[in-house]
Every structure is written in structure tokens, then in C-alpha cells.
């Protein structure tokens, strides 16, 4: 099974406008984080946001807020005030293991969104 | 605070020959991480070092090594090149392991094999 789903190939979101980029995870740990990642075309995986399992509130980082709902594991991206700039692929990913026991944490990724903004 | 930095950034190599990349991560940062990414696999996850062990390794065959410096810096090797072994390899640190850690990624070393 998926671990991450990102269900949605490609976007496409007017300037100025707010767009919500989906991604669902499947883990049975309770510690673990969600994360989300720019890459534009020069390859670069550009850190957006986190999203521990045990956070009460939703995390925000600028124009970027991450709609968290656990009990659906759901981790939606929220870009508001979009800018040309901010057409790129956007990746969610997931971190399971338990905190603190030096157990090994490797990321999970989604397959991924194309995001473009239009004029 | 300088970033995680990746050399070389991009590379072109012939088929049977050996690489190595390099990932000098965040100052301070004692967890590296190698993924590679195809436009067909996706990001696929190589292995990940503490504290100079390897604490975690993903479904490679062992033409793919790597280690750790007592300065948290890693290098990735790749022996007997396939023209499969194309990709952009990125790497991500964070200052521990856990779920609960920021990961951090290089710009990336896109290799290329002819």
C-alpha cells in the first residue's frame, strides 16, 4: 500500500489566488512527521513545512499552512496568495520511527504535484 | 548559516566506471540521508548515516555505498555504472534522527550515465 498519496498529476491556480494541495499517508506509528517540499526545475528540494503527529495546531510558515487532519491522515498543503514563483512540483513526505531512540527515520514521498500559476 | 551542500552538481560518467558524491551537511547536523530521484521510480530512498553508521539502508543493489566522517560530512559511492543509474541524487540532513526532525536537502548532484 501507498504510504503517501498525493492524488492530484498536475494544478493549475491564477495568481493571486489560494490552492490546496492534497496528500494522504498510511502509518500505524504514532510518532511521526509530515513534511512538505518545493522542487522547482533546477532540482532543488526546497523544505516548505512540518507537521509533527502529536502537534495540536495546524503549522503555518508564511503563505504556507498545512490543513492537518489526523483522524482522516490527511496532510493538505494550503498555499495562499499564490505568485508566479510558486510554480514548481510540490512533494509530501512522512517520517515514521520513535523519537528519541535513535531509531533510523527515512523520508517517504509522495509522487508528487505540478503546480502552475497563470497570469 | 550555510545550507547542505552537494559536489559535484552535476556529473557525466561512462558505463562501468565509479562515482563518488559528496553532502557536507547544516553545521551541526549529525543525520545524512541519500535519496535518488528518476522521472520513472520517483524519490527513492539509498541509506542514511549517524554518527558515522549506517543506521538504515533501502532496496539497492551493493553497487551503492556509502559512509560518514567524524564531521558528519557523507559520501556516496557508485561502482560499475548502468545507464539506469541516471538520476539526480539528493541528499537531506537533520540535526538527529526521529520522526520529529527537520530534514534539509542539497541542491543535488544530477549524474548522468552515458
Known amino acids: 500500500a501507498q504510504k503517501i498519496t498525493q492524488t492530484q498529476p498536475g494544478m493549475f491556480v491564477q495568481e493571486k489566488e489560494a490552492v490546496t494541495l492534497d496528500c494522504t499517508y498510511d502509518?500505524?506509528?504514532?510518532?511521526?512527521?509530515l513534511f512538505w517540499y518545493k522542487q522547482p526545475s533546477s532540482g532543488e528540494m526546497i523544505f516548505l513545512i512540518y507537521?509533527?503527529?502529536?502537534?495540536?495546531q495546524n503549522a503555518t510558515e508564511g503563505r504556507y499552512s498545512l490543513n492537518f487532519q489526523k483522524a482522516r491522515k490527511s496532510a493538505n498543503l494550503v498555499i495562499s496568495a499564490s505568485q508566479l514563483g510558486d510554480s514548481a512540483m510540490y512533494f509530501c513526505?512522512?517520517?515514521?520511527?520513535?523519537?528519541?531512540?535513535?531509531?533510523?527515520?527515512?523520508?517517504?514521498f509522495g509522487t508528487g504535484t505540478r503546480l502552475q500559476v497563470t497570469l | 548559516k550555510a545550507g547542505v551542500t552537494q559536489t559535484p552538481r552535476y556529473l557525466i560518467k561512462t558505463r562501468g566506471q565509479q562515482v563518488t558524491l559528496s553532502c557536507s551537511p547544516i553545521?551541526?547536523?549529525?543525520?545524512v540521508s541519500w535519496y535518488q530521484q528518476t522521472p520513472g521510480q520517483g524519490l527513492q530512498f539509498l541509506f542514511e548515516?549517524?554518527?558515522?553508521?549506517?543506521?538504515n539502508k533501502g532496496n539497492f543493489p551493493g553497487r551503492f555505498s556509502g559512509r560518514q566522517f567524524s564531521n558528519s560530512r557523507s559520501e556516496m559511492n557508485v561502482s560499475t555504472l548502468e545507464l539506469g543509474d541516471s538520476a539526480l541524487y539528493l541528499c537531506?540532513?537533520?540535526?538527529?534522527?526521529?520522526?520529529?526532525?527537520?530534514?534539509?536537502f542539497g541542491q543535488g548532484t544530477r549524474l548522468t550515465v552515458v
Open positions: 502509518t500505524s506509528d504514532q510518532s511521526y512527521g
Open positions: 548515516y549517524f554518527s558515522e553508521t549506517q543506521r
Open positions: 553545521s551541526g547536523h549529525r543525520s
Open positions: 537531506a540532513t537533520s540535526l538527529e534522527q526521529g520522526a520529529r526532525t527537520e530534514a534539509f
Open positions: 513526505a512522512m517520517r515514521e520511527g520513535l523519537s528519541g531512540t535513535g531509531t533510523a527515520s527515512k523520508l517517504t
Open positions: 507537521q509533527g503527529s502529536y502537534d495540536e
